[in-house]
């Protein structure tokens, strides 16, 4: 199990592991709705390219990676 703490000593150690997660949670998301809403694959892309922004500034507030 990865917990808050877990996941904090990791991107602690490793911040730029903020922005790997960020973009597979993003492409992930993007190729279910791919599937599910029929979207095409370049729509997907830029909602996946997006969303990875917006994951990566709330994964770094929630871990207050800008604040060390």
């Given at each position: 199990r990865l917990d808050k703490a877990a996941l904090q000593r990791l991107l602690d150690g490793?911040?730029?592991?903020a922005a790997h997660l960020a973009r597979?949670?993003?492409e992930r998301h993007a190729a279910l709705l791919e599937v599910k809403e029929g979207l095409d694959a370049q729509t997907?892309?830029?909602q996946?390219?997006?969303q990875a922004v917006d994951l990566l500034a709330?994964?770094?507030s929630f871990f207050a990676l800008d604040r060390r």
């Amino acid at each position: 199990r990865l917990d808050k703490a877990a996941l904090q000593r990791l991107l602690d150690g490793r911040p730029e592991l903020a922005a790997h997660l960020a973009r597979v949670l993003a492409e992930r998301h993007a190729a279910l709705l791919e599937v599910k809403e029929g979207l095409d694959a370049q729509t997907a892309k830029r909602q996946a390219e997006r969303q990875a922004v917006d994951l990566l500034a709330h994964i770094r507030s929630f871990f207050a990676l800008d604040r060390r």
